[in-house]
């Protein structure tokens, strides 16, 4: 694919062949506009965020709201009412329908448990949500609670 100069350099001199010694000196110019949102678009482009959101639908008693970034690794759960800051631990691609992502959140209240996970993965229909919540005994992680398997709507950004 070609690179398009034309849209670059500034216009203003007909195209002639008697256009005279300064014609490829106004002609080669560029717009400063022009070249700063060329640059800006190569320098801002790998910088871009990768930010999935997803809504659980219908009535849950698990998480309403779930949220990460794979560039940060970041992620967000709304569970109970509370906000919880997590981390994405794990992305692996999912058949042919996008990535499968694990969520780890530790809640301030372990009341029923010390650790939830989330696995988050697109269907044919849109997405799912199935969550676990684990309590630690004597340093050693067990399963203790289902947070439930939902459906999800979600978008990126």
């Excluded at 203003?12 to 080669?28: D, E, I």
């Excluded at 070249?35 to 309403?64: R, W, Y």
């Amino acid at each position: 694919m070609a690179f398009n100069w034309v849209g670059l350099v500034q216009r203003g001199t007909a195209l002639r062949s008697n256009a005279g010694p300064n014609y490829w000196t106004y002609t080669m110019r560029f717009k400063p506009s022009r070249l700063a949102a060329l640059l800006l678009l190569g320098v801002a482009a790998p910088a871009f965020a990768e930010t999935t959101i997803c809504k659980i639908e219908g009535d849950s008693i698990g998480p309403e709201l779930i949220s990460w970034d794979t560039k940060t690794q970041r992620a967000q759960v709304k569970l109970l009412g509370e906000d919880l800051q997590g981390k994405m631990t794990w992305k692996r691609k999912h058949d042919d329908l996008g990535d499968k992502v694990n969520l780890s959140f530790t809640p301030a209240d372990p009341l029923f448990g010390d650790e939830y996970e989330f696995v988050v993965f697109p269907t044919e229909s849109g997405h799912r949500v199935m969550g676990v919540g684990y309590k630690y005994y004597n340093g050693v992680k067990y399963l203790n609670i289902s947070q439930g398997n939902y459906v999800a709507v979600c978008s990126s950004l």
